[in-house]
């Protein structure tokens, strides 16, 4: 009794050191100052529950049965991890770039994410871990016993069931505990890692402590224990072909395809750089541990008495040899392997009903209970709280009514083959674009039928689940549909059967129902994403947080919308946000914006998966859209820079000639300017002089003569007088030193007043005016503007050639400005002349000298002092100028 | 998101170290091949081979595949990935 309560206490402690170690690495992770929790060391350890109490216990009891043929099970995981540049790399970048959760996630998400296809997958994975988990309780259950069974004090440990139940419902609450603590989005538990690499140490240490003491302690060195195997039962190689190779290739996919392993080699990845250093380590490790199990087997066999059972050697020899330390060692490792194994397997198992069959039902019952984001993480959590318990609850009926007696290997062979049946999806589906969803469901569901049918049901025994005459005269009485013979095919090993008809219906079906149907766009863009994941991504550094994602977006949004547009949108978003720079922060607004913004360059659906797929929330993979969209633009691009540079190299070209034909005709001007300022100046001077001279010389002049010509003199001196008088004015105008007198006034008394100083009303000049419904107030210089009408008015009168001249005053609104046309009914100004009638000195015509040909020259200083222009109307049929002033200088007169 | 558009010729460093990816590949080939000499010792039909000389065998293998993995790990160490962020296998 002592030894058992020693048992007990060591394994209680033992769990207590487990729970210790979890905490510390969740709180060391917590703070995030955990380098070793980093480690690659820390990963190869974790992928050690490979190695379950069937290694620990069973590879023992399969070498002594079989030889070296339980080696296999180790050289097909080997033969993957030394392959890692392969499938491993490949499905760890996947499971990081797509956030994948389990097994079933990853084979949903390839095939379109599917729903189905999920809980299928999950099924299959809960069917075929239940009976490994009921293994493990079995050979904890069975450990015990040995102990109790050599402790001759008759220790009664209660029944094995009570046993066992203690331990699944121990395993259970560390599972929940360590487990489910959070429910972090990437589905990683820093605690439980750790606590499985240090069972892994430990089981390693105990097994190879046992080896050494039955190799070196018992059988007498290295060469004695040599031969010694040579001499027994197992001496020589006897291994079947078609086993060897059927088991390597049976583990090497369980390796990929076990739940349990999924999640230690993929979700719990930390580090895509881990899988190098695992790639020789783990395979060390795992030579390591099988390397003496064929020792300890054979010595078993001569030392322990006939009958006893070759699974418990590990822990049955050294008790036989007095060894109760060792023993003890050896009862942690088996211990150690069961543990982690079905915490593993139970948190994977539970993400996946979770996730794939408990969450979809609730959200279903719940009507709109999505939208309440609080809630949902707690019934997440719940859901995989009752999950574990569940699976646990499952292995441990299964133990119980599986009655536990068979060899472990063959349970665990069994599983193997079960989740094995995931192989050809999974492949198929990071590997070959053209695999769908019903390729992949159909091949599942075949592989499941046949293992179903020819290995699980059978494994319970003729008479349980299959009637007997079903084995001897196949289903329904066909004999070609016997359990262990399909097809007539007799003489296989059943293992081999199974796992070689299965898998190869499997593949045949998936591949043929995906090469005869038709995938939805949803599964064909994901599997573009997983086919050619390392085209798409860049190796991760860790979960890309929020301002790597908001400059994927804007690298993908610049290379739709354009990279000016692109920056600045984000750049506008950034301010609104609050922010510097271009990177605002991926909040739902900006990317309902952004996708608003996308969607006019490529269409609803594609700017959604686009963002959608940058967020994470990945519903679809649009990188070769992108990569069109992107020629596309480029494209698009190239040719209307070209456009652009054209138009503006034509514009530009305009402009030039247009100066160029100003510039000649002011050079023109400019030569004009002169002789034209001295004429003007002398043709009155001339006058004068004459008319004085004429004066003084002529003795005999009239009274009359004289007061003419003195008149002339004066109208001459008047006419030089007002000539300068303009000049000058023209001058200060131009120089910018006129002082304005802002007045009050209407406009139709300025109108009236400019009409009435040119005294165009008796002198066969009509004036209409239009468009006055209403009188304005002015408020500017109305002396100024007054200036310009009457100008305008009076050039009317001077160069309107039509028989009966008219003059139309129209006065109008637009915007802001008030607009005045002055248009009468001649012939109007000559195209090669509107350009210059505003500069000095130019006049229409030099027959009609009415002028100094100042008078427009003013008028557009005025106007342009007054804040608005004077332009030249071309096209109203005769003369027009239009006088354009701002509002903001007048009020409504109301 | 050029698809490929490799140079025709790498420089020597580039060019070792796509040898050395290509050995990586081969890798589970060669255990394969290795441990599938066994299935060749039942046919042998006279003396069968006893147990300690295939352990030996295949423990010989794991050994020499283990320490080749490891070699090819540290000789891919980080320049695998830096190269792999070369435009020849297309930026993100």
Redesign the interface.
Known sequence: MGTLNILIAVCLGYVALLFLVAFMAERAALRGRAKWLRSPFVYTLSLSIYCTAWTFYGAVGFAARSGLEFLTIYIGPTLVMIGWWWGLRKLVRIGRTQRITSIADLISSRYGKSPLLAVFVTLIAVIGTTPYIALQLQSVTLSFASFSANAAETGQLGDHDATALWIAAGLALFTVLFGTRNLDANERHHGVVMAIALEAVVKLFALVAVGIFVVWGIGGGLSATLDRIDASAIGTWQVPDGRWAALTLLSAAAFLTLPRMFQVLVVENEDENHLRTASWAFPAYLMLMSLFVVPIAVVGLDLMPEGANPDQFVLTLPLSQGQEGLAMLSFLGGFSSATSMVIVAAIALSTMVSNHIVMPIWLRLAEGGAMISGDVRHVVLLARRLSIAGVLALGYLYYRFSGGGEALAAIGLISFAGVAQFLPALMGGIFWRGANRVGALAGLAVGFVIWAFTLFLPSFGPGVFLPETVFEAGLFGNSWLRPEALFGITGLDPLVHSVMWSMTLNTAVFILFSLLTFPQPLERLQGAQFVNVFQHTGNPQGWSGGVAQAEDLMVMAQRILGPAEAQSLFQRAATAQGLAGYLPDPTPEFLQMLEREMSGSVGAATAHAMVSQIMGRATVSVEDLLAVADETAQMMEHQSQLEAKSAELTRTARQLRAANDKLTQLSVQKDAFLSQISHELRTPMTSIRSFSEILRDAEELGQEQLTKYANIIHQEAIRLTRLLDDLLDLSVLENGQVNLNIQRGSLTALLDHATASTGVSGAGLRIHRRGLDLDVEMETDLDRLSQVFINLIANAKKYCDAPRPELTIRVAQRDNYLVVDFTDNGSGVPRDKQDLIFEKFARVSDQKAGGAGLGLAICREIMSRLGGAITYLPGQGGASFRVTLPMRMRQAAE | ????QSPLFLERRSYRLRRL?DG??L???L??AL??I??L??REGGA?????R??LY??SV??V??????V??IW???KA?SE??NPQ????
């Open positions: 998101m050029s698809r490929k990816m990586a590949r890798m589970p080939f255990g394969a441990w599938a066994p299935l010792w039942t069968p081979v006893s147990t300690s295939a352990m295949i423990f794991w050994f595949l283990a320490c080749l993995a490891a090819l790990s891919l160490d980080g990935e792999r962020s296998e297309g930026p993100r």
